[in-house]
């Protein structure tokens, strides 16, 4: 039987302080997959990130990397993890292909394998133009493209990442994306945690939310989206939409703007029945699209929280 990337068995961590941050945290996460930690903050994701890496000591439970026990076997353990967290934490001094040498040394690979590996990941991040140049110079899409080609250098089986594209604009994670979706068909399990919850929904197979320092969901994303009682769409609109939208009953309208209507229905309703329903009024649809907010609004009914 296959061992999972990650098992994580009651976990408990409470702080000197009193703060009680984990509270019996259990879930798996099986090889090869791209598996999303989410919750609002002071949920207990940092904590957890922190046990898995090392980083924090729990107070009680146990976590397994691919069977390797961590507490036991702390070193072999994190030999297998890859680590982007959200601060940046590199020289900005220093050039990026030194930045990947000098890391991968701290791990016992030979300086001329080392410098071979630097290049492939700098060049799968795009960044080989700039291996040479001041870190310090390189956009905040750079830096963390660069933090991600630092923890590839060890070739992880677990890459964990932090809200690795948080201050970063559309298009930049749009690349980063493609990157993570590329190292995670290579083979490398991929845990992220996040807050653009669309890029969760567009990226991840598999979720957890935690909550209050418990795991309150977990599961296929496909399978939690599918316990919503209702399904959103929007609806280009041939000409303008009336001032006052009409009743339908049912279905929730909004308008977007002159030409553009947000719906809400009911899972057992068809389309075509909305559709004919506002023909009926006067509205008359030119082209639609799933709404991309399904997991907030699941996130949102759990958690009883906004995303950020």
Not at 233 to 239: E, H, P, S
Request: hydrophobic share 45%; glycine share 8%; proline share 4%.
């Amino acid at each position: 039987m296959t061992e999972p990337a990650l098992a994580i068995t009651d976990l408990k961590k409470t702080y000197d302080n009193g703060v009680v941050a984990l509270k019996g945290v259990s879930l798996e996460v099986q090889p090869g997959d791209f598996f999303a930690l989410l919750g609002p903050n002071g949920a207990g994701k940092s904590t957890l990130i922190g046990v898995v890496s090392s980083l924090v000591n729990a107070s009680a439970g146990q976590v397994k990397v691919f069977g390797v026990d961590l507490q036991a076997h702390r070193s072999d353990a994190m030999r297998l993890i890859g680590l982007v967290p959200q601060e940046m934490n590199f020289n900005f001094f220093e050039q990026p292909f030194d930045i990947l040498v000098n890391y991968a040394g701290f791990y016992g690979l030979p300086r001329p394998e080392a410098m071979v590996r630097a290049e492939a990941e700098l060049k799968r991040a795009l960044l080989w133009d700039k291996a040479f140049t001041m870190s310090r110079t390189l956009s905040g899409g750079m830096k963390r493209r660069l933090m991600i080609a630092r923890a590839m250098m060890t070739r992880p089986r677990l890459l964990i990442l932090d809200e690795p594209t948080a201050g970063v604009d559309i298009e930049i994670r749009r690349g980063m994306w493609k990157t993570l979706k590329e190292v995670n068909a290579a083979g490398t399990t991929v845990i992220l945690t996040t807050h653009y919850l669309e890029e969760a929904e567009s990226l991840c197979r598999n979720l957890a939310i935690i909550d209050k320092g418990r795991i309150i969901e977990q599961g296929p994303m496909r399978a939690l989206l599918a316990k919503l009682d209702v399904e959103g769409f929007v609806l280009d609109i041939d000409g303008e939409l009336p001032a006052v939208l009409p009743h339908i009953d049912n279905i929730v309208l909004t308008t977007v703007d002159a030409h553009t209507l947000s719906i809400e229905k009911p899972h057992g309703m068809e389309l075509n029945q909305v559709f004919a329903a506002l023909v009926e009024r006067g509205i008359r649809v030119r082209s639609m699209r799933n709404q991309v907010n399904r997991l907030e609004e699941l996130f949102v009914r759990l958690t009883g929280k906004e995303a950020a």
